[in-house]
Structure formats: structure tokens, C-alpha cells
């Protein structure tokens, strides 16, 4: 049957080969006994609350049918279900956990993975991505118990599966997040690049009625996402780029396969990276909006945030990869902003979730409100704190090799980066190399992936590259 193993964020799988309807009933049983023996617990923070489970899913092959076997499964377990009519932004899902006092939900996606891919992500119930404590024990209760399920239409006919459209609520949310009525009579042209994702439309929904002009790009559906990863990457925006090229707008906004990350591109399609779009949202979190609080970092997020909170006196946290860290560290409160490098970001007054729409939108208030050019304002940045170049490469290595690289990257560190000695070692989730003059260069293993990342940061391009280059060679040296 397979071994069920959660990973950064949830669990994922090839269709067909291990992400089967045998297992995603194996893995929603399991779910379902977990949130049984966690109502019972009078410590518990879920325990008396109503026993509602939601459940979304994204355009992958058969997601639909993999949201309605574990919807009958939990069904099956006595909880009263949530199953969206259509493919829904996961945002949209935890949102409606929160919202509806739900236990927690289930997300069918697999994000930003190959289309082969499909995958299981657990929301818990104050609406964000299950700490990794409780997708651990979700999995200690695989196999504890049989599956049990009751069939959709005898479910749905005793009430105990309701299918309900939970995007409108969501959608009303982020218009009390933002300044809607400043976005609403801004003019603003924009476009929208969906890469064949549960985002397309929802920025046409949202704005319906406003003086904004939205063109979406690549919406319509197709499980191969136009022979994509959807991932808000510049590898995968040729089509869009060469549209904007030719039909100018004043940004263009992307979303990735379930909507809960954004990426940019400026209005004629020049590439803006995640980290320009997160020091952008924290420049007008602080300068326009004049808020305060901590700001919360992925490790492999730019340092220009640090330099950032430092000039502002913001409290500066870092966490491990994977925004279910970021997630706890908004649940203790007082949090700015959580953002992380592959485009998630979350912001307070919200769900303590990642959300690619709720990001979209707030750039777009930052638009209407600074009235000047995206360009514009990156330069600025470059200009007050210097420029910070980025990269990152994906390399296939060998799982069982993995942790001997790591191990062999702590014990033998290189003596500089480059041109500048390496002043710290971050070992809490991969490694990453410090140097002097701020440059550093990070290697990873995917938790979704059987891939190494390397990640690197500079003051150049050309720099970038040779410390991605100093990167791969570190593969080598075993």
C-alpha cells in the first residue's frame, strides 16, 4: 500500500503509483482518527468544537475524485463535511476552516509540483497548514483503524456532506484586508498570468465593477498546466512575457497551481523575483500603511529583509522552510509579515496562511496608493540598501545521500564565498554559508520533491551564478 510520509507541506505523490484512492482513504481515516482522539482531549484547543471538516481540490487529474473519496471517508467518521463544487485556491479552504469552526480541512494539491503529482495538505482548525507535530501524528494513526466511508449521495442526502462554493466568503475577507475602495477607483490595468491554476478568474470576480482593467492569461483547464510546472518561476512565464511585450500593463500578477503564492512581472513582462515582491509589500506595510510588528522570514528569503527591519527597528524572526513554520510564528501574534521565497506570504488580520490572491491584492493597493511606476519603486529599494541579486537551481541527487551531504557541508565549510571570508553557518534546515559582505549561498533538500535546491544571493548576477556553480561542485565532493 505504501508508506504515507508527510513533507513540507503535506503529503504528496505520483498519481496512479502511490497517490491512489486506496491511499488518500488510508490517509483521511487516519486524519479522521486524529481529530477524534484530539476532540476528546479536554486540553485540546479543538475539543467541543463542531465536528466540520472542509475539503477543496485543485485542477490536477482526478482531484476531484480524490476530494470526494476523502470527503466520504470523513463522512464515514461521523464529521459533517464542506466539499467545494469546483476547484477552489486552498487559501479559499483554510479561510472557510477558520470561518466555520471547523476541525480542520483537506486540500487536494499538489501546488507547484509536475502535473504527474497530486497531494494530500492538512489544514488545522485556525486556518493555516498543520504543524509538523500533527502531520506526524496523522501519521502514527495510518492503518490503526479500517476505512470507513459512506458514498457521496447518501451523504449528501443526509446532510452530512454539504457542497457549498466558500470562494465568495474568502473573497469578502480580502476586500476588508485591503483598502478596497482606493483599489477600486485606481484604474489600474492589470494582468494576470494563472499558469493554467484554481486562480484563474478570482481577481475578475473580486474586481468586477471597479475602474480596473484585469486580463487573465492562461486560465483555462488543463491537468498538464501547458506542459508546466505551476510554479511563479521566469522559466515558466514565456507565454505571458511575450503577450505583455506586446499589449503593455501596469504589472502582472502570478498565481501558482492552488493560488495560495504570487510572483510578478512588471508591465512590459520583465521578471520580478519573489524576494522584490516581499521587500516591496514590507516597504508599504511600513511606510504607508505605518504598521509595526515582527517580521518573519523563511531561511531562504533575502537579506535585504533584514536590512530592512533594521532601518525600520522591526523585530526580524527566521524560520525553516516551509510556511507551517511561519504559520506558528503568526499564531503567537504581533507578526508584520511572514513571507518565504518560493512566494508564499501571509499577513496579519487574515488567516495565518500564505496567500497568493490576498498578495496580489495588497500590491495592487500599494500601486494605487504610490501612483508611480513598479519599476520605480524597486530601483528605490536597490538604491536605499543596495541591489541583492538571486538564484536558484534544482539538481537531482540521491535521497539516500542526502543527509551525508549535509553532515559533510557542516564538518567542512568553505573558508570564503567568493571574494569575502564566510562569517556564519545556518544549519537548522539545510546549510547555508554567510559571508562577510552578505552574500550566501544555501543547499537544500526539497521536502516534496526528491531534488536538491541551491540557493544563492549577491550583489550581481555574475556573482550569483559562480556561487551557484561553487554549489553544484559541492555536490560532487562525496
Known amino acids: ?20 484512492f486506496a491511499n488518500v482513504a488510508r490517509v483521511a481515516q487516519a486524519t479522521a482518527d486524529y481529530w477524534k482522539s484530539e476532540s476528546r482531549n479536554p486540553k485540546s484547543e479543538i475539543c467541543g468544537r463542531v465536528a466540520k471538516v472542509v475539503v477543496g481540490y485543485d485542477r490536477r487529474f482526478f482531484s476531484g475524485q480524490f476530494a470526494q473519496r476523502a470527503a466520504e471517508v470523513f463522512a464515514g467518521n461521523g464529521f459533517a463535511v464542506v466539499l467545494t463544487p469546483e476547484p477552489t485556491p486552498t487559501p479559499s479552504v483554510s479561510h472557510a476552516v477558520h470561518a466555520q469552526a471547523a476541525v480542520g480541512g483537506v486540500m487536494i494539491t499538489a501546488s507547484h509540483n509536475p502535473p504527474i503529482f497530486n497531494g494530500f495538505k492538512l489544514k488545522s482548525h485556525y486556518g493555516g497548514s498543520s504543524d509538523p507535530e500533527t502531520c506526524q501524528a496523522v501519521e502514527g494513526f495510518v492503518d490503526r483503524n479500517a476505512v470507513r466511508t459512506e458514498k457521496l449521495a447518501e451523504a449528501v442526502a443526509a446532510g452530512r456532506i454539504v457542497i457549498e462554493d466558500i470562494r465568495p466568503t474568502h473573497f469578502a475577507a480580502l476586500k476588508q484586508l485591503v483598502d478596497f475602495k482606493l483599489i477600486a477607483k485606481s484604474k489600474l490595468r492589470f494582468a494576470h498570468e494563472a499558469l493554467f491554476g484554481v486562480g484563474a478568474g478570482c481577481f475578475e470576480q473580486i474586481l468586477r465593477g471597479t475602474t480596473c482593467k484585469v486580463t487573465t492569461l492562461n486560465g483555462r483547464h488543463d491537468p498538464l498546466f501547458g506542459g508546466i510546472n505551476p510554479e511563479p518561476v521566469e522559466q515558466n512565464y514565456a507565454r505571458s512575457q511575450a503577450f505583455l511585450r506586446k ?12 493560488a495560495d503564492r504570487v510572483g510578478g512581472m512588471d508591465g512590459r513582462g520583465n521578471y520580478l523575483t519573489t524576494h522584490q515582491l516581499i521587500c516591496l509589500l514590507l516597504r508599504h506595510l511600513v511606510v504607508n500603511r505605518r504598521g509595526r510588528g515582527r517580521v518573519v522570514k523563511a531561511l531562504t528569503t533575502t537579506s535585504m529583509v533584514d536590512k530592512m527591519c533594521a532601518a525600520h527597528g522591526l523585530t526580524l524572526t527566521e524560520t525553516g522552510v516551509g510556511f507551517k513554520y511561519i504559520c506558528a510564528e503568526m499564531l503567537h501574534g504581533d507578526v508584520l509579515l511572514g513571507a518565504e ?27 494605487a496608493t504610490e501612483r508611480t511606476g513598479l519599476n520605480q519603486l524597486v530601483k528605490a529599494l536597490d538604491k536605499e540598501f543596495g541591489p541583492h541579486r538571486y538564484g536558484r537551481i534544482d539538481t537531482h541527487f540521491p535521497l539516500e545521500k542526502r543527509g551525508e551531504l549535509m553532515e559533510h557541508l557542516k564538518a567542512n565549510p568553505p573558508a570564503r564565498l567568493l571574494r569575502s571570508p564566510v562569517a556564519d553557518i545556518k544549519s537548522f534546515d539545510g546549510v547555508k554559508f554567510i559571508s562577510q559582505d552578505g552574500s550566501w549561498l544555501m543547499l537544500r533538500g526539497s521536502g516534496t520533491e526528491p531534488i536538491l535546491r541551491i540557493y544563492a544571493e549577491a550583489r550581481s548576477d555574475a556573482d550569483v551564478r559562480r556561487l551557484l556553480r561553487l554549489g553544484v561542485q559541492f555536490t560532487r565532493q562525496l
Not at 252 to 258: E, I, K, P, Q, R
Not at 341 to 367: C, Q, T, Y
Open 341 to 367: 521565497e518560493s512566494g508564499g506570504i501571509g499577513f496579519p488580520g487574515h488567516i495565518p496562511e500564505r496567500d497568493g490572491i490576498a498578495a496580489g491584492l495588497m500590491l495592487l493597493e500599494m500601486l
Open 247 to 258: 499589449h503593455p500593463h501596469d504589472l502582472c500578477l502570478v498565481t501558482d497551481g492552488d
Open 1 to 20: 500500500m505504501g508508506k504515507i510520509k508527510f513533507g513540507t507541506d503535506g503529503w504528496r505523490a505520483v498519481i496512479a503509483e502511490d497517490f491512489t
